[in-house]
């Protein structure tokens, strides 16, 4: 039996969340602007398991738009890349609803 992490059950007892089998550690975040898109290479997650995302911190440009879209974030090898929402490709990204400044976040998990 772990003596760490988390479990949550439900209100019938079930489990809906239990973490007391999977460590995760922050292993890089960075918040930037919402314009820029950039990458990071992370040589030490080679041959591990990770999960990365960004979310909308800060400003939004333009100012006159209430939804924030925040970087797209994915994982090639050892290179963490995050791209600017007006930088997508896809038609569904192209009603710019308002980018945002972002803090990406990498974990490393087990």
Request: overall charge negative.
């Amino acid at each position: 039996m772990s003596d760490y992490g988390i479990k949550i059950y439900n209100s019938g007892g079930t489990i809906v969340l239990d973490t007391t089998d999977t460590l995760s550690r922050l292993r890089y975040s960075v918040d930037v602007s919402a314009a820029v898109s950039s990458n990071i290479n992370l040589p030490d997650i080679a041959g591990l398991n990770t999960i990365q995302f960004s979310m909308p911190v800060g400003n939004i440009y333009p100012s006159t738009y209430y939804t924030k879209i925040s970087h797209y974030v994915y994982r090639s090898g050892t290179i963490i890349y995050w791209v600017a929402p007006d930088n997508f490709d896809s038609g569904y990204y192209n009603i710019y609803p308002g980018i945002a400044d972002s803090r990406i976040l990498v974990f490393l998990y087990t």
